[in-house]
């Protein structure tokens, strides 16, 4: 989709006019991902804004841009799960790739800029005493007694600091800019501390490390960026954000502009709070299937291209809200129902069988692939005189609603025969253990010559070439639609949010699936094979989503919140 056909949100309107008085001829976004972990469902809506709004203007650039000043937390692997992430959402950097890290040099020289003008000085509070010294939001600050320090002093200390003369935590540099100004990140913030830890780009290069209030802009400026897009927490920063680019030697001066961080009903979406989650085994890892992370949902079978239109669909306003997670089902759901062709799957099975079906026959029946898209054609299907059907889709007593099968009843098999049951085994504690059943041999294909109907239609497959499979069903990880309304995420974690079908039974066709390919299995929902822990030897599929849609009903009872945004 390009620009010009879609919805103007206020930072497309702030670009369409910036382009029409000659302010900027050419329009340069960037994602500056922090590589201390696994990009999340959060991270997806700066991307689908950056990348989608260079996709639509003509003259546009979308840096890529790892903002690795924290040696203490980053790592290789975040950056190449990084990289593969947007890559998979289907955007693309080129040869934009850039590193905070590559600017080390030149950030130091500015930060002396900054000493030599009297605006930075070296001080020797304790990270406790300083933020003593800061004030509050109805009390000025302190000045540090480091305050006055002549710029030669803070000049030898800063490189003696560089050169690693002092231990970590016992100087810093900070801004002098204004202890007693009503936004605290003005009041002496710290630009730079010495950390003595090697950095998996610059090795042990550096023992002084920029802070990202400094970095950021000067890394935008540097790049040309003339956009730089962040989320509302950073409002507070913009002016010294501004500040800083207002106060050294620099031409470009981009303009930074906040919008609403996504949040999600029943999910977390924070960097720190999922590491958590990873390392107390809540989950198996950061692309467990039941995370947030763009790699857990895309191991449980999300596409990039329900997680764009999600994002297409939230827009982007300045106004901070939570967006239902049905929203993002709904959109997902939207993707499979039309492109997923369909199997039979059995996730519960229940022995059939069929009495007056010869023993040593088996037939391949043809079944639609989509039962609305002819062009995805069809497959065979193998039927046999055994078959499993679903557990569930039998009720020995059946209850007033109930449509399948029971004692006496007659349903139709799925692309295949009328069936009737007409006896039930069971083992010595009670359980059913098979059913035999008689099929009309007239009815092949699921109609009878006769005219006559059966209330209900189940799935199945045939015993005998039948693939087992393991198959995981996923339910919300948090039981609450806030989790962290009270701090306490951990504490409403869901513990039903994993069930394990041991002994599932698929059709034959399903033994070459592949990641990364979608399915539904007809009447229970959407599923794909699972990337990290499914062998040839035992196949393991993710329940991606359940079939049933509650958005649009519960939209219906609320009247329609996304009124003005449909595409
Ligand atoms: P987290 O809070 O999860 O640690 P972060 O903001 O620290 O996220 P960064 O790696 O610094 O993570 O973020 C890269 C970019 O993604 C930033 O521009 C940030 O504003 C944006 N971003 C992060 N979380 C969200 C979110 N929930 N919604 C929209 N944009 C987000
Ligand atoms: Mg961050």
Redesign the pocket.
């Known amino acids: 989709m390009t620009n010009n056909d879609r919805p103007r949100d206020f930072i497309r309107k702030i670009i369409d006019s910036d382009l029409e008085n000659g302010r900027h001829a050419e329009i340069v976004t960037r ?4 590589p ?2 696994y990009l ?1 469902i ?2 997806a ?2 991307i689908c804004l950056n990348f989608g709004i260079a996709a639509g203007y003509p003259h546009t650039r979308v840096h890529l841009r790892f ?1 690795d000043t924290n040696p203490s937390k980053e790592e290789q692997e975040y950056v190449d799960a990084i990289k593969a992430d947007i890559k998979w959402l289907g955007f693309d950097w080129g040869d934009h790739l850039f590193h905070a890290s590559d600017y080390f040099e030149k950030l130091y020289g500015f930060a002396e800029e900054l000493i030599k003008k009297g605006l930075a000085y070296v001080c020797e509070l304790t990270a406790d005493e300083i933020r003593e010294h800061r004030g509050t939001l109805t009390e000025p600050g302190k000045e540090s007694p480091f305050r006055e320090r002549s710029a030669e002093e803070n000049l030898d200390l800063f490189e003696r600091m560089r050169a690693g003369e002092f231990p970590d935590g016992s100087k810093v540099l900070r801004a002098k800019i204004d202890m007693k100004n009503g936004n605290l990140n003005l009041r002496d913030p710290v630009i730079y501390r010495i950390m003595h830890t090697s950095h998996p780009r610059t090795g042990d290069a550096w023992c002084v490390y920029p802070m990202y209030d400094f970095t950021h802009p000067i890394s935008d400026a540097l790049e040309g960026i003339t956009h730089s ?3 509302l927490e ?1 409002e507070y920063h913009r002016p010294l954000y501004d500040w800083v680019l207002d106060h050294i030697t620099i031409s470009c001066h981009p303009r930074q502009i906040e919008f609403a ?3 999600l009903s029943y999910t977390v ?4 709070k ?1 590491l958590k989650l990873v390392n107390e085994n809540v989950v198996s890892g950061w692309d467990d299937p039941r995370m947030p992370t763009l790699s857990g949902i895309r191991r449980r079978g999300y596409t990039p291209a329900a997680i764009r239109y999600f994002c297409y669909r939230i827009g982007v306003a300045r106004k901070d809200s939570t967006v239902e997670v049905e929203l993002l089902e709904h959109c997902l759901r939207d993707d499979l129902n039309e492109n997923a062709p369909r199997v039979l799957g059995v996730l519960d099975p229940l022995k059939v069988v069929i009495s007056n079906y010869p023993e040593e026959l088996e037939e391949d029946l043809p079944a639609a692939n989509h039962p609305k898209r002819p062009e995805m054609g069809e497959r065979k299907i193998p039927f046999s005189r055994e078959i499993y059907i679903e557990r569930g889709d039998f009720m020995e007593e059946p209850v007033k609603k109930f449509k399948r099968l029971a004692p006496g009843r007659e349903v139709r098999l799925r692309y295949a025969y009328f069936i009737t049951c007409e006896e039930v085994i069971k083992d010595d504690n009670g359980v059913v253990v098979e059913l035999r059943c008689s099929y009309d041999p007239e009815t092949r294909g699921g109609n009878a010559p006769d005219g006559r109907k059966v209330k209900g239609t189940i799935h199945w497959v045939s015993a005998r070439h039948a693939v087992p499979a393991e198959v995981r069903l996923y339910d919300r990880l948090f039981t609450r639609p806030d989790p962290e309304g009270d701090g306490d995420f951990l504490g409403c974690v869901n513990p039903d949010s994993l069930t394990v079908m041991t002994d599932s039974r698929l059709e034959p066709s399903l033994a070459a699936a592949r990641p990364g390919e979608n399915y539904q299995f007809e009447r229970n929902g959407y599923f794909c094979l699972d990337s990290g822990d499914s062998t040839r030897k035992r196949l393991v599929f993710n329940r991606t989503v359940t079939l049933r849609d509650t958005w649009n009903s519960r939209r219906r009872l609320r009247g329609d919140l996304l009124r003005g945004q449909q595409p």
């Open positions: 994602f500056p991902p922090e201390n972990g999340h959060g991270h809506k700066s903002d897009l962040c989320t950073f961080r996504l949040n979406v924070s960097k720190r999922l």
